[in-house]
């Protein structure tokens, strides 16, 4: 059992189709599965910063759960269950 997780922050994680599949047992919350990736340092910086000493999602960052934006709802505390899709991306801007 598994949930795939594509990360699409930068340019190098997207032209390179950046995705992991991260084995699950049961269901469990969207933040303890992103905090657990094995991301590089520098990408992580991309994603977390720390807020009264608390890993924070950065702002500008849309994720979602089979293809529903989930930051407008549960947020981190989404379960994520076996085959779900979670996408990390930027939010969309210009102008």
Same mark, same amino acid.
């Given at each position: 059992m598994s949930v795939r997780v594509r990360v699409l922050i930068?340019?190098?994680q997207v032209l +390179?189709?950046?995705t992991y599949t991260v /084995?699950?047992?049961e269901p469990? /919350? =969207?933040g303890d599965l992103l905090r657990g990736l094995p991301?590089?340092?520098n990408e992580e910086r991309e994603i977390w910063e720390e807020q009264? +000493?608390?890993p924070k999602l950065r702002t500008g960052l849309a994720? =979602?759960?089979n293809g529903m934006n989930v930051m407008h709802s549960a +947020? =981190?505390?989404t379960e994520v269950h076996d085959g779900d899709r979670v996408s990390l991306i930027h939010g969309i801007s210009g102008g």
């Open positions: 930068t340019p190098v +390179g189709n950046r /084995p699950v047992a469990v /919350p =969207l991301l590089p340092q009264h +000493g608390e994720v =979602l759960v +947020g =981190l505390d």
